[in-house]
């Protein structure tokens, strides 16, 4: 396994540094692979394939592309799969992790085999529609099941539809939390046993055929299967395993279980190397490969036959939970703990929920009266299955958090969980001292190298604002960005919650990414606004944020000019607004809350969205400054920028804004001696700040900045 691990690592080294033309405007030509879907944000978004990018003077063939664009809003044009395409865009490398912890948009697009993105299209010109070949047939097949699933199923079709299509899109936010939290989260998504079901149903009309040509029939069907679900990683190590364990079983030879493993292993990464960096395929193979280690360590008893099975489902849950620990607690930090009581029923349940699913859909198809009829006797339980589900996964002590370890606990970690097997030979006593020593040594180590300096980090969020304040073991949430996913990321990995949350002014590019800290139940402590800030134009599903809020009975406070926020070794100063002087109905941003940080003797400015006459209220003499309203024109005027005297200033902004920050802006902040560091580029900025010395990190580029 350690070799098939080391290969699959340079082959997936190899395919994530793809060629690629330079970033710019061009013209561009496809076909799309799938229908072009409108978003909740207003743009639109599909996959072109067999992509071509052409200047003047030269073309280039791209292969895959990931094109976003916002179409009219009155006419909004929205090509179908298989359309041949052609528009101006601006073709743009797509971004690495942005953040620590945060989510990998370059590797994401990589693995579904894009190189590159263009945006920005308002013409399209539509060619000709030809179709993709059995690609299309395969996506037209599949778009139908879909439809029918859901006429068949109703409101309750989500889960049908994930467990037989693997299509989850359409499961409710807290369905999937729900059964995340309850250690159940590997049910709905297509995997060994969905396959093994299936395969299992397929096989039964096959059994008086030659085994030959059982293996020729089920090879074609797993094929299928794997095309319709996009040869998704479960799937197709699943389908493998099955096809080479009756392959042993016609040239009658031995099935050793990790050979098979690692046949599976090598054989998807030498197709897809990336994979070996998806979360769904490590987690399908370590939970096989928990399974095949872990589960001959406890005792198979010869209890009566119900007593024993529900052992025996309890030993393989079990055994796969140690399997998938070290990948689930790195990527989710989140340990289930009642997944240990639910999964064994939970996975015999589904074991009969599949086949009926399976059977409703077939006589839907044959005869769509009869499977309504079916599902208004499925579609009760079904909704009975997920309320309990969700219901246990609510539980206090459901799940525990758990922050990232860095690669030396990992390492001890599976030292311990190595010399817990059978393939070590060694007593039982030495196994257990050795284990611990390296659990000890390398925990210890990760105590004594924590950071205890007071940290401030601004995230990267394009055109949005986050940032963190950590001062010992309390933390202040500055805004949280608009989707807030690397917010929450944050601070689950470092094992943090939100004591103080401080929302600058209400715009959902500054505040709702809270919601995703509300999904990830991460806890806050109390939120600040500025004097008079719902009365302003906001957008509206701030309001709804902040009924959200007062739902879960957290505490929102007002703060104006002179209000003081005290952590152990810093300050928080509100500078802005002035209260008393806050006018209702106005721009939001006029009345941003403007922030001195005082970070154990670095002074740092943050001025959110102040622009314009208003920023020279909110100005303080600073060593930072964190520029308002993104570097815009209006903003960091001459006035402003003679009081404060940066001598770095960090801009928020994208890389491929094109309008922001505004060159003159940098030019005064350059003329004025700052060292200007824009996220677009340099990634999240952290301030290690102790006792009047700073310094400054940038995600990246890991070198020290002046």
């Known amino acids: 396994m350690a070799c098939f691990l080391f290969f699959g690592a340079l082959l997936g080294g190899w395919k994530s540094h793809p060629a690629l033309p330079p970033e710019g405007k061009y013209r561009v030509t496809g076909v799309l692979s799938c229908d072009a879907a409108l978003r909740e944000n207003g743009k639109a978004a599909a996959y072109l394939e067999q992509a071509i990018v052409q200047t003047d003077t030269e073309q280039t063939q791209v292969g895959k592309l990931y094109w976003t664009y916002i179409p009219d809003t009155e006419q909004p044009f929205l090509p179908r799969e298989g359309d041949w395409v052609a528009f101006d865009a601006t073709l743009y490398h797509p971004q690495g992790q942005e953040n620590p912890y945060g989510f990998d948009f370059r590797m994401y697009l990589l693995q579904k085999g894009v190189v590159a993105g263009v945006s920005g299209a308002r013409e399209t010109e539509r060619i000709s529609h030809s179709g993709r070949g059995l690609a299309s047939v395969l996506y037209h097949l599949k778009q139908a099941l879909t439809e029918r699933v859901r006429l068949i199923f109703g409101e309750d079709s989500a889960l049908p539809e994930a467990l037989l299509l693997g299509q989850r899109d359409q499961l409710p936010e807290e369905t999937t939390r729900g059964f995340s939290d309850a250690g159940a989260a590997h049910l709905l998504a297509v995997s060994g046993l969905h396959v093994g079901l299936l395969t299992g149903l397929f096989y039964i009309p096959l059994r008086r055929r030659s085994p030959k040509a059982r293996m020729v029939i089920l090879s074609a069907f797993l094929l299928l299967y794997c095309a319709l679900l996009d040869f998704s990683a479960p ?110 029923p939970a996975c015999a349940f589904f074991s009969v929920l599949l086949p009926v699913y399976l059977l409703v859909m077939i006589v839907g198809c044959v005869w769509l009266p009869a499977g309504l009829w079916l599902a208004r006797f499925v579609n009760p339980v079904t909704r009975g299955l997920v309320n309990a589900v969700t219901w246990l996964g609510s539980l206090p002590f459901a799940s525990l958090c758990v922050p990232f370890l860095p690669w030396y606990c990992l390492l001890a970690v599976t030292i311990a969980l190595v010399f817990a097997t059978r393939y070590i030979v060694l007593s039982p006593g030495k196994k257990l001292t050795s284990a611990l020593l390296a659990l000890f040594f390398s925990f210890g180590a990760w105590r004594l190298t924590v950071n205890r300096n007071v940290q401030f980090v601004q995230l990267a969020m394009g055109q949005a604002d986050a940032a963190i304040l950590m001062d010992g073991p309390e933390t202040c949430v500055i805004d949280t960005g608009e989707y807030g996913g690397d917010t929450a990321s944050y601070l689950l990995s470092t094992g943090r919650q939100a004591d ?207």
């Open 235 to 344: 799937v197709v190590r699943a389908s493998l395993l099955i096809l080479i364990g009756l392959w042993r079983r016609i040239v009658r030879r031995a099935s050793d279980p990790l050979t098979m493993l690692g046949s599976a292993f090598l054989a998807i990464l030498l197709v897809r190397p990336l994979d070996l960096f998806s979360v769904s395929f490590q987690l399908s193979f370590c939970a096989v490969l928990g399974i095949v280690v872990f589960s001959p360590l406890f005792p198979d008893r010869s209890e009566p036959s119900p007593v024993r099975a529900l052992l025996s489902g309890w030993r393989t849950t079990l055994s796969a939970t140690i399997g998938v620990a070290l990948p689930t607690m790195q990527v989710f930090h989140r340990i289930s703990l009642i997944g240990l009581l639910v999964n064994p």
């Open 500 to 706: 103080r949350l401080i929302l600058t002014h209400l715009h959902t590019d500054h505040c709702l990414g809270v919601t995703q800290l509300l999904k990830e139940n991460i806890p806050i402590g109390t939120v600040y606004l500025p004097e008079g800030a719902e009365e302003q134009q906001i957008d509206s599903p701030c309001l709804e944020l902040l009924e959200a809020l007062k739902a879960r009975g957290i505490p929102i406070l007002h703060l104006a000019a002179g209000d003081m926020i005290h952590l152990p070794r810093s300050t928080i100063a509100v500078t802005w607004p002035v209260s008393g002087t806050v006018a209702a109905g106005q721009d939001a941003n006029r009345y941003s809350m403007g922030l001195l940080c005082d970070l154990d003797g670095v002074k740092l400015l943050t001025c959110s969205d102040i622009a314009g006459d208003y920023e020279v209220y909110a100005a303080r003499d600073a060593d930072i400054l964190k520029v308002p309203h993104h570097g815009s024109k209006s903003s960091t005027g001459k006035d402003f920028l003679a009081c404060v005297s940066p001598r770095i200033a960090i801009i928020t902004a994208s890389r491929m804004s094109g309008r922001l920050p505004n060159p003159d802006t940098v030019k005064r902040l350059e003329a004025e001696g700052a060292a200007v560091l824009n996220t677009g580029f340099t990634g999240a900025v952290t301030v290690d700040a102790k006792q009047g010395e700073a310094t400054i990190t940038t995600h990246l580029n890991e070198k020290e900045q002046p």
